[in-house]
């Protein structure tokens, strides 16, 4: 019969939400559990807790601890009053930690009886008061005491929260304000312990963060800052000093654990300075800090500032004369990007392990709500003080209401904030402990998911009317509202931008056009009025086409804002946009294509020359949302191509322009790479790439518009007389051609047999002179300039030779330095089988077999040094000269000429016509040592990258760094360094430079 009633008494367990029912029917046997069993109103309510079975064992604990008297009280208490029943076992069922004080200090049950006005919404002096009754009749030291009594007024707040009776601003703000308490009172204990200290200075207490903002958890370090002041007739020194021995011990009080446990840390490393700073400062000290050397996420910080502790007057004085710092913040430079940076390094930090569980700082977490209130706050609390609650909630509320933020994003904010901060505080309040990470315990998850159930608005409902798994309920509500949070945090800043220039529905609410203008200047524009036209031209109207140019244009916007020049960006994607408008295709790739529309963004801002190229055949847009678009073609692929092309031309004119149509594709094809990154992320490897692309690129176009050119030639005189080919010479045969290098050549040719060489001259110079024409002539495309002044005799000598007179020529008249130009020699186009000829012809002379004279050796030094005197631009920076400056490409490249002309006739390595290549033959014979190359090589890379990051910022070849701010900031950026960091870039390459320098002075000049 008694395991028939068990049996029945189980399953009504197992109904009610036990996990563990046989357990559960064991503790109800128990003396004072007995009975309880046959009360089905204390068994639903049971069942109604996150935890029935913890709820259990904690009612059971608290009455065993109880003497029968007030065991009796209570069961009758419980079965009679709702009120008690709801708050005490929501308590029991969701906080283990919270049944252990119970059952360690069985009385504070009575803490939850009551039910008037002041115990729904206790306030600061409410709870002050209720510290120091608690404390004044516990038979323990006064340390304890606080604890106890602190804990006790913890239990009325998680009641309360956990009952409904309040929501989640409520609980946070009740947290707050108990912390405000606890601290002032441990503060009064610290001075009644050193009443000395107490009587030389006056001493406030800042709360910052959460504690400052009123939106405290449940278990969080408290963050403060110390303010102090001397009394009448105290030195500031002494006052200070008594300062710190008061806060320290306050601190002490708060954070030390005993065997009441431990109220919370106290954490004032918010202090200027930090951890590295006094713990207690003066106001004038504070002020000049911040005035001087605060960093921006300071100011943020101090946005909740608040006083909650000791002197009021001082503790109002500090927050009065800090809050005019924080409304100057924005004003300061790379604001924007420094908070965004911060958000993106705060991310980074958190271990991959971590990163899918974090409800605080992970993306979609609350502190993406968190960055972007305080952020708005930050642009627009300048000028509208209805900004300046410290108060999450509170200040989203007003971003929304004074039409900063869209009121439907501001609804989603809101719900997902008070989601997951409701989460936050019921995973702590488990054990109260400090933690912001998704449980993984399957109980921990039950128990976590039912105490949520009524802010789960999941459709997952099982036929009963229940959730048929509350777990995977809770899961899909967690990840939608960090789905939504991550969206909106994504937009926010940048959305209502674009509804400040639409047309808004009459009534609505918008950003007015000085608060767009002022959100426009704080992300880094310089011409916010002209940023707003652009966006007016681009979103204004009710065509599709500016719909979907609104839906596009906040998230561009954040990445434009994320480059060095965000007003060209925004003006380049005008202008593409006003070319392709009318292209079905075009805002359906940045629509559909999230990363096509990233890297345009990108590649918009990053520079003049990519831009400048898109926009002159805007269509090539297309090639970003093709994975493989941005791929270089190679040399015989676009050979053919431009063959093709030509082939198709009525005229040399017509082929060549088509030849340079192509390569002006091609230019922004790779341009758009490169400042993409996707040369790799290894920076020589990156450079050889580019260099190469750029090389085969353009002795494709030679090939093509020598083609042309003899074509045309043929046409109109018959079978030309002369065999041709085009030899590279300097970068463009050293395959490290740059956006901006011109294509060094010599022209070769041979007369066909019977042709006497006045007209196979005459011949061969009309095609050269009129493909060097075409190329370089005034055109919507880019010129590709073709120069010749290395041919025997300079620009007085013959345009193009016979192989003959180059052989006589370099027999008799040839000088040394023309045997180092040539050894970047290289067929490039034209008859390869005269081009091989020529080759051999020249080998000799550049890789001689007795090595280099010392006369010819003297004479090479004597040039470079007249070079390095002469050549420098007026008021160059021989520090920072990427060619011939100190330790620059000259540098680099003579000295391993000067190894390839030495020894080059017995290392076959260095018969190479490639800098980098040459020097690691150098090295793998023992002619240099591996760190001495390391250097060079590092150097010569480095300053390829400068200039092609000059060449792709400017538009225009430099070969020193810019002097206009921005654009050095866009090199910068092209190289890795971040907003602010433009310094650092030159420091490293005058590092970089000048221990290449000292190699070169040894190997070259040694």
Not at 543 to 568: C, E, N, Y
Request: with cysteine; proline share 5%; net charge neutral.
């Amino acid at each position: 019969m008694v395991a028939e009633r068990s049996s029945r008494l189980e399953i009504r367990l197992v109904r009610r939400g036990f996990s563990d029912p046989q357990a559960a029917v064991g503790l109800l046997d128990e003396p004072w559990l007995h009975g309880l069993a046959d009360d089905p109103v204390l068994l639903d309510a049971l069942g109604a807790t996150a935890d029935p079975d913890l709820a259990l064992l904690g009612l059971g604990r608290l009455l065993e601890a109880l003497d029968p008297a007030e065991r009796h009280t209570l069961r009758d208490t419980l079965t009679s009053s709702k009120p008690l029943r709801d708050r005490l076992l929501s308590v029991l069922g969701a906080s283990t930690a919270l049944g252990d004080h119970l059952a360690r200090h069985p009385r504070d049950w009575h803490a939850l009886v009551t039910f008037e006005l002041r115990d729904i919404h206790p306030g600061t002096e409410d709870f002050r008061r209720e510290l120091h009754r608690r404390m004044g009749t516990a038979g323990t030291d006064r340390a304890d005491a606080l604890r106890i009594a602190y804990r006790r007024c913890l239990l009325t707040i998680a009641a309360r929260d956990l009952s409904g009776t309040t929501d989640l601003p409520q609980t946070a703000a009740e947290l707050a304000d108990l912390a405000g308490a606890t601290l002032q009172t441990a503060l009064e204990i610290a001075a009644e312990e050193d009443p000395e200290a107490a009587g030389r200075c006056r001493l406030a207490v800042i709360g910052m963060g959460k504690c400052g903002g009123r939106e405290l958890n449940y278990v969080s370090d408290v963050d403060v800052i110390f303010v102090a002041e001397p009394r009448e007739g105290v030195e500031e020194l002494q006052a200070v000093q008594a300062a710190t021995r008061l806060a320290a011990r306050m601190m002490r009080l708060c954070s030390d654990t005993t065997g009441e446990g431990t109220i919370w840390p106290v954490d004032a490393n918010l202090r200027p300075e930090g951890r590295n700073g006094p713990l207690v400062r003066t106001l004038a000290s504070h002020l000049a800090y911040y005035q001087r050397w605060a960093k921006t996420w300071e100011f943020q910080a101090l946005l909740k500032a608040r006083p909650v502790a000791g002197d009021a007057e001082l503790g109002a004085a500090y927050a009065e004369a800090t809050g005019a710092l924080v409304w100057q913040a924005a004003e300061r430079d790379n604001f924007v990007a420094d908070v965004q940076q911060m958000r993106r390094r705060v991310v980074d930090a958190i271990p991959v392990t971590e990163l899918d569980r974090q409800l605080k700082l992970g993306p979609g977490g609350l502190r993406d709500v968190e960055f972007a209130v305080q952020l708005l706050q930050l642009v627009h609390g300048r000028t509208d003080a209805r900004l300046h609650s410290p108060t999450t909630l509170a200040a989203l509320a007003a971003l929304s209401a004074g039409g900063y933020v869209g009121r439907a994003d501001a609804a989603s904010l809101d719900a997902a904030y008070r989601f997951l901060r409701a989460m936050e505080h019921r995973i702590q309040l488990h054990r109260l402990r400090r933690t912001h990470l998704m449980p993984t315990d399957p109980a921990d998850l039950r128990r976590l998911a039912r105490s949520l159930g009524a802010q789960i608005n999941d459709t997952g409902l099982s036929g009963q009317g229940g959730r048929a798994d509350p777990v995977a309920a809770l899961q899909r509500e967690w990840k939608r509202h960090a789905v939504e949070v991550r969206r909106l945090h994504e937009k926010l800043f940048y959305r209502p931008l674009l509804d400040a220039v639409a047309e808004l529905p009459t009534g609505a609410i918008g950003l007015s056009t000085q608060a767009a203008k002022a959100r426009l200047e704080a992300l880094g524009y310089a011409d916010p009025a002209a940023a707003l036209r652009h966006l007016t031209a681009l979103a204004s109207g009710v065509s599709r086409k500016a719909a979907i140019q609104r839906t596009l244009l906040p998230v561009l916007l954040g990445w434009f804002a994320d480059s060095a020049d965000p007003d060209a960006g925004l003006l380049n994607f005008r202008q593409v946009s006003d070319a392709l408008g009318r292209t079905p295709w075009y805002l359906r790739l940045l629509r559909d294509e999230s990363a096509a529309a990233e890297q345009l963004a990108r590649v918009l801002s990053a520079g003049r020359l990519a831009p400048d190229l898109l926009l002159r055949a805007p269509e090539a847009v297309a090639m970003l949302g093709d994975p493989q678009g941005l791929l270089p073609r190679g040399r015989v692929a676009l050979t053919q191509e431009i063959r093709s092309a030509v082939g198709r031309a009525g005229s040399a004119a017509a082929g060549v322009a088509a030849a340079r149509g192509v390569r002006r594709r091609e230019l922004f094809r790779t341009s758009a790479a490169d400042v993409l990154g996707r040369f790799g992320e290894e920076p020589g490897a990156a450079v050889d790439a580019a260099a190469e692309a750029l090389t085969a690129l353009n002795a494709a176009t030679l090939q093509g518009a020598l083609l042309a050119c003899v074509t045309e030639w043929e046409a109109a005189n018959g079978e030309l007389p002369t065999r041709l080919a085009v030899i590279a010479m300097g970068r463009f045969g050293g395959h490290e051609m740059g956006y901006g290098s011109d294509a060094d050549v010599l022209f070769v040719h041979e007369p066909l047999l019977g042709v006497l060489d006045h007209d196979a001259a005459k011949a061969a110079y009309e095609v050269c002179n009129r493909l060097r024409t075409l190329l370089a002539s005034p055109s919507t495309e880019p010129p590709l300039l073709v120069d010749a002044d290395l041919r025997p005799e300079g620009r007085q000598g013959p345009l193009a030779r016979t192989l003959a007179s180059y052989e006589a020529y370099y027999r008799r008249w040839s000088h040394v330095w023309e045997s180092q130009a040539l050894l970047r020699a290289e067929p490039v186009a034209g008859d390869p089988e005269l081009g091989e000829r020529f080759r051999a012809l020249i080998d000799p002379l550049r890789y001689p077999g007795a090595g280099v004279p010392t006369q010819d050796l003297l004479e090479i030094r004597r040039i470079k040094a007249r070079i390095e005197a002469e050549r420098l631009p007026r008021g160059a920076d021989p520090t920072t000269h990427t060619k011939i400056g100190r330790g620059g490409l000259a540098d680099v490249e003579w000295t391993v000429q000067l190894l390839q002309l030495q020894h080059g006739h017995r290392v076959p390595g260095l018969r190479t016509t490639r800098t980098r290549a040459a020097l690691a033959a150098a090295v793998e014979a023992g002619l240099v040592e591996v760190e001495d190359a390391a250097v060079l090589d590092a150097a010569w890379v480095l300053a390829s990258r400068v200039r092609s990051a000059v060449m792709l910022v400017r538009g225009r070849a430099g070969d020193s760094f810019p002097s206009e701010a921005r654009e050095l900031a866009g090199v910068a950026r092209y190289l890795g360094y971040g907003s602010g960091h433009t310094g650092e870039l030159v420091d490293e390459y005058r590092r970089t430079t000048r221990r290449a320098r000292a190699v070169v002075e040894e190997l070259f000049y040694g």
